[in-house]
């Protein structure tokens, strides 16, 4: 038995050594250590034994088994080891490495000249009002003294969605939302920035989808010479204090008198460029008295109240201003073109 018990030990120790993979070392250990394991096969054997030679094996049999128990840790520990240098190599990081770039956004060309627009009229006491982008036919045109069949309706192609429902074609109709909303009462001091849609064909100067800027100011003796004032104004904070402004006779149904008004060219100061086509004058606006039949439909008696009442186009301006010599670029999403306003 002692034979049996050594020659199982040296077989063991043999395979033992050679192992390099830990789930044959696990399988061995099992095959010789386990519960029916070589090693407790030899012992069963024990109940034959004589009184004397019992404890004798016994010590041989521990032997075994601590031999067999010794290298198999030593192993075991080797490949631990080895898997623990494995995972470091695996996941080894370079600190030195240059850590990757956050896309940083900005704030788009159109919303930052609509909201330094807004500013400037808030600094002047106005409120910023909204109205919705699809239009009844009455907000849009009728209450505006375009009745239907007008041949002022010409003037925008407009996009119906029904009989009564449009885009609306400019922001005007905020107008008389925000008249009758008031309730009659004054001073009305209101600038409305939003999208408006005409059927245009796009082209570089063209959009079906632009934005405009409302602007309508109601109360006692309002005249003329405050809407020019306050144009003046604004044209000095939004392109520079020496620039000054041209008002010229034109017609828009809800204003009479009405005027198209322009300002000096900021690029060459009034002398004549590639910008201003050598005529010193950008224009920028349309603008005018409110007309009586506007103040009645918004619920103003036009014998006790008078008003002014202006419209831009955002993109113009922001054209103008930054340069752009195209206004599908506003909408293209091209990275590069946006990117260029980040800092501005
Ligand atoms: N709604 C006009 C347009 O889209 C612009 C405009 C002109 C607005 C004169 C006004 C105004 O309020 O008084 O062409």
């Known amino acids: ?41 030899v012992l069963r054997g ?49 600190v030195t490495l240059p850590g990757r770039q956050l896309q940083q956004g900005g704030i788009h060309p159109l919303t930052r000249v609509v909201q330094e627009i807004e500013d400037i009229f808030i600094g002047m006491g106005y409120r910023v009002a909204e109205g919705p982008e699809v239009e009844t036919d009455y907000y849009n045109f009728e209450a505006l003294n375009l009745p239907k069949n007008h041949p002022a309706r010409d003037m925008q192609d407009s996009f119906y969605l029904t009989e009564d429902l449009l885009m609306r074609t400019q922001t005007s109709p905020v107008q008389i939302r925000t008249m009758q909303a008031m309730n009659g009462e004054a001073p009305v001091k209101i600038i409305c920035p939003g999208k408006v849609f005409r059927r245009d064909d796009d082209d570089a100067t063209h959009s079906f989808q632009f ?74 606006l349309g603008a005018g008295m409110v007309h009586p039949n506007v103040l009645e439909m918004g619920g103003y008696d036009p014998a006790e109240f008078s008003g002014f009442a202006f419209g831009m186009g955002v993109e113009r301006i922001a054209m103008l201003k930054y340069g752009i010599d195209d206004i599908r670029h506003f909408y293209s999403n091209d990275m590069s073109f946006v990117k260029q306003f980040k800092g501005v």
């Open 46 to 94: 024990m109940g034959s034994l004589s009184a004397e030679e019992r404890p004798v094996i016994g010590q041989v049999a521990n032997l075994v088994r601590s031999a067999i128990e010794e290298i198999i840790g030593a192993k075991q520990e080797v490949f631990q080891q080895q898997e623990t240098l494995n995972r470091l190599q695996a996941e080894k990081v370079d």
């Open 1 to 41: 038995m002692k034979e049996k018990l050594e020659a199982l030990k040296n077989e063991a120790l043999a395979k033992l050594q050679e192992v390099t993979d830990p789930q044959i070392l696990n399988d061995l250990r099992v095959k010789y250590l386990g519960k029916k394991g070589e090693l407790t096969e």
């Open 211 to 284: 934005h405009q800027i409302e602007g309508l100011v109601i109360g006692r003796n309002i005249r003329m010479s405050d809407l020019k004032g306050t144009l003046l104004q604004f044209v000095k904070e939004m392109f520079g204090a020496n620039t000054g402004i041209r008002l010229r006779p034109s017609f828009f149904p809800f204003t009479e008198p009405s005027v198209e008004v322009d300002v000096s060219c900021f690029k060459c100061g009034g002398d004549g460029c590639r910008l201003c086509k050598q005529s010193g004058w950008l224009e920028i």
